[in-house]
């Protein structure tokens, strides 16, 4: 059974918008028309007309341009929906119009003029007018879905989230239209780009695990099992100069650092020697740009994608052969140019390049390659945090969390910035002065410093380590006390000496941070985590957090008995939290997990393009079937083995966001203690 | 022995570890600590802070160890640790004669900056990259060794600081002198127990109570914070329950 283009047809039923099939041709020529400073109005106009559109069931739509923190874009393109000409006269008129339609006329449009595409009407009945820029719905008949409202508020606080994704899209209010009707086309344009096995999608597809079948999609990552594996030294003696660089050639990844000076500074796979001559191949062309005053962004060479970040003096080359999209690939760049600010600050990072603009920062940064390397394999292996700029929460009662909390503001001392309590990567409790809030991206340098890298926990005991946290502030440093509690030492009590470092997985591990900004207070704080893990102890919070990380991440079975989703992300925009199920069985491979996330990377590249309108994607493969959905409220990824039908993709889809938005207050920590 | 069940009087001594980077300072921590060895450790960031009682024939020291990383960008907070210290490690890699030199300069700033009576050991990590370790262990034999070191580089020794140089260095400044290997465990305890037996007795804070530690706890159990947190930390060992 294949869903494809034939059942678009009565997919598009549920939806009412039949009308939109003639609407891309009409959109492409509009875009440019459009220019961004009427998305500004847009913005202001928004949140009144939003009320319009009936909540329940219509998803407004919000597309992040991650990668362009520029241009606010305003798609009014809607020309392809019928005007209803009794409506006309409900449209609010907006200060927008007249701007409005100079641009209109400068194209050739189908559409007759900017009110008739604003009109939207309800599977209920019911009508809401859309005259601004800022929104529009689509609506989701008979599913039962009612995650779409579109509020002023909910819309606020998505913008202060992360910083690869949502802070920069807070102008993104696309209308989107097209993802209404056109699946098929959809499905197009928007996975082709990789794998060729897209295209040969048939409904023939009679493999029912996913990822089952080796075929030539997976020649992209044949070598997989190899990428981790450590370059060897070009010995120029023994002459393995070649095979040398044939390992080094085959690794799907690559991350360059260099000075603009084409010193080099960091690189993943193959030592000095190896690279010296292609940090200056990589100088030279990036600088070419540099002088053009047009900077290189990215190039391919034939399936290899190269993405450039400049940052001040340090050049931040990716190169992959994973098929992720720029953005997302510019967005591990920033990771670690954090990363590498998150060590030096940036007024020491300015002021040695200042002095000497040929420095070699190597040795300022000496010691820290595990850490960018752990963050480099981290978002090669795929990381749905990295993906999603989110974090991930232990899944434990409001109560409890609560309990937690107060615990943490109980024992708080003067000296405290941040206090948390974190569980093999996942956030247990955080506790921050009411005017601070923690960034996602200091955490996950946080969390690959501890959890990844390895580098603290192995030395036992506990960690007083000055850290600069860039969200936060990158100019100076915090100070960090970290100690570890190994969740599967029930036995030993509040294990103040770590017993000794073999065994425990970092999934294991849980850490009390806490942070301040007086490098003298480590007794002070030290003295804190001791209260505060006696007071755990006593009220059973440390059973419990120790329980739940033993029991680990549920599986998708667990949350919908019965559903065909093998695996989903659910990330809620609001509290830059996404919540996920257990890899295992699946995905518990590093291959398999990598082609799950190479998928979602799929999935997330449509829906986040910088020009993408998308807001459901469902996207049938050979191997697997996958649907998207993002609203103001929640992006949702989820993947189905290739048997699934439309129907039983949604269903799951819409069962596991009910789950969600029942188990809310525990998968989230929504607030958080402030004091 | 009559003390071995009697409470010795107890005193906690504070330590910190010096030395450049990749020397192997954490390596001595672990071992002393945990009896434990790895291989390619990752470096340390910031520092950290451990400890592990030293038992004596008339009393038990406690030490608070201060495992300080080495890189250079870390050497401005060195001051927070080695202040109120009671003893210093300087380690250098005696594979490594830039260490040395590295080490000397942290002996000198510690007898300028920290305090006066502070006990220091010079400690030579990594032999068992030289040959004479891989003989039987010749703990102490820094006399014979000297021979063995001035023809380095023989058979794959990898030595480049002889004894006899770090030797007569450490005895000028008057410090305390091993050579170690973390990996396989020489002289580690030695070192901790010399400096130990070093600290003057009047340098040493008030002997604990004798219920705060009993000679009879080993180094795998109830190692840490006793002068911290003494009281909270038998409440929390017993909540465990839930």
């Known amino acids: 059974m294949r869903h494809s283009s034939d059942q678009r047809k009565s997919h598009s039923h549920d939806r009412l918008y039949a009308p939109i099939d003639t609407a891309p041709t009409a959109t492409a020529a509009k875009e440019d028309g459009i220019t961004a400073t009427m998305t500004y109005d847009g913005e202001n106009e928004a949140p009144k007309h939003r009320t319009h559109a009936d909540s329940d069931e219509s998803m407004a739509t919000i597309t992040p341009q991650e990668d362009d923190g520029t241009t606010l874009e305003g798609h009014e393109q809607r020309p392809a929906l019928p005007p209803r000409p009794s409506l006309l006269g409900d449209r609010p008129t907006t200060p927008l119009s007249p701007r ?89 344009e928007g996975l082709n780009s990789q ?102 962004m990215g190039f391919t060479a034939g399936g290899t994608r190269f993405v450039v970040l400049i940052e001040g003096p340090l050049y931040f080359v990716a190169i992959s052969k994973l098929g992720e999209s720029d953005s997302q690939l510019r967005a591990q760049l920033e990771a670690l140019y954090m990363q590498i600010l998150s060590t030096l600050t940036l007024p020491t990072l300015t002021q040695l390049f200042t002095n000497r603009p040929n420095t070699d920062l190597r040795r300022p940064l000496e010691g820290t390659e595990t850490l960018l390397s752990s963050l480099a394999d981290t978002f090669t292996k795929g990381s749905p945090s990295a993906l999603l700029s989110a974090l991930e929460c232990l899944k434990i009662r409001k109560s409890q969390r609560h309990t937690i909390n107060n615990t943490l503001l109980k024992a708080r001392t003067e000296k405290l910035l941040y206090g948390l309590v974190v569980a093999g990567g996942r956030l247990v409790s955080v506790i921050r002065p009411k005017r601070h809030s923690l960034h ?67 999934e294991d591990e849980i850490a009390i941070l806490l942070i301040s900004t007086d490098k003298e207070s480590f007794y002070e704080l030290k003295q804190m985590r001791d209260d505060v893990v006696a007071q755990l102890e006593s009220n059973g919070s440390m059973g419990i957090i120790k329980a739940a990380v033993r029991q680990g991440r549920p599986s998708t079975a667990d949350i919908v008995p019965g559903t065909q989703l093998r695996h989903f992300l659910y990330k809620s925009r609001a509290n830059v939290q996404f919540m996920m199920p257990s890899l295992s069985p699946d995905f518990s491979s590093p291959l398999a997990r990598r082609k799950l996330m190479s998928l979602y990377h799929n999935l997330h590249a449509s829906t986040h393009a910088k020009h993408s309108h998308v807001k459901v994607l469902h996207c049938v493969a050979r191997d697997s079937n996958s649907l998207v959905w993002t609203t103001p409220l929640f992006e949702f990824y989820c993947i189905a083995g290739p048997n699934t039908s439309r129907a039983g993709l949604t269903h799951g889809a819409n069962k596991v966001i009910q789950w969600v938005k029942r188990e809310e207050e525990r998968v989230f920590i929504i607030g958080g203690a402030v004091f | 022995m009559a003390e071995a069940t009697a409470p010795k009087p107890s005193s906690s001594v504070k330590l910190v570890l010096l030395g450049e980077a990749a020397v192997g300072k954490s390596s001595l921590v672990l071992r002393f600590v945990n009896n434990d060895f790895q291989e390619n450790k990752e470096p340390t960031i910031g520092a950290a802070f451990l400890t592990q009682k030293c038992n004596l024939p008339t009393r038990t020291i406690k030490f608070e160890i201060w495992d300080t990383a080495g890189q250079e960008r870390f050497a401005s907070l060195a001051p927070m640790y080695y202040r ?88 000028e400044e008057g410090l305390l002198f091993f050579e170690t290997s973390a990996k396989n465990g020489t002289n580690v305890t030695e070192v901790f127990t010399a400096i130990a037996n070093a600290i003057p007795e009047t340098s040493l804070k008030g002997a604990r109570g004798p219920g705060a530690t009993q000679s009879s706890a080993n180094r795998t159990e109830d190692q840490s914070r006793v002068n911290l947190t003494g009281p909270r930390d038998s409440a929390s060992k017993e909540g465990c329950a839930c």
């Open chain 1, 100 to 188: 409005k339609r100079p641009a209109l006329q400068s194209k050739p449009t189908t559409a007759v003029s900017s009110v008739d595409i604003q009109t939207l009407s309800f599977p209920d009945g019911s009508r809401g007018t859309f005259p601004t820029p800022g929104s529009r719905s689509v609506s989701e008949a008979g599913h039962g879905i009612s995650g779409g409202t579109s509020t002023p508020s909910s819309r606020k606080v998505s913008q202060n989230g992360s910083e690869f994704d949502d802070s920069t899209s807070l102008m993104s209010y696309t209308p989107t239209l097209r993802a209404n009707g056109d699946l098929a086309s959809l499905l197009d």
């Open chain 1, 195 to 296: 794998s060729p096995a897209w295209k040969l999608l048939s409904s023939q597809a009679d493999n029912v695990n996913l990822f089952e079948t080796i075929d030539y999609e997976d020649n992209a990552l044949l070598n997989f099992d190899q990428e981790f594996d450590e370059v060897e030294a070009v010995d120029s003696k023994g002459g393995n100069e070649e095979q040398v660089l044939l390992l080094w050639k085959a690794k799907l990844k690559h991350y360059l650092i260099l000075s603009s000076a084409g010193k080099p500074i960091y690189s993943r796979h193959g030592d000095q020697n190896l690279i010296n001559g292609y940090i200056g191949i990589i100088q030279t062309i990036i600088s070419f740009f540099q002088d053009a005053k047009d900077p290189l």
């Open chain 1, 440 to 506: 996602p991206s200091d955490l996950s340098l946080i969390f690959n410093m501890l959890f990844e890298a390895g580098s603290v926990k192995a030395g036992g005991g506990e960690n007083w380590i000055p850290v600069c946290l860039p969200g936060f502030n990158k100019t100076g440093y915090l100070y960090m006390y970290v100690s570890f509690i190994n969740a599967h030492d029930g036995e030993e009590s509040s294990s103040d000496q770590r017993p000794s470092t073999a065994g425990s997985s970092p």
């Open chain 2, 84 to 171: 109120n210290a009671q003893s210093a490690l300087v380690v250098y890699d005696l594979t490594k004669p830039t260490s040395l030199i590295k080490a000397k300069h942290w002996v000198a700033e510690l007898q300028r900056q920290a305090s006066p009576g502070i006990v220091i050991a010079l400690v030579g990590n990594k032999l068992d990259l030289t040959n004479e370790s891989s003989g039987s262990g010749n703990a102490l034999g820094e006399d014979s060794e000297t021979d063995a070191a001035e023809g380095e580089n023989d058979d794959g020794d990898a030595r480049k600081v002889s004894t006899a140089e770090a030797k007569t260095y450490a005895e």
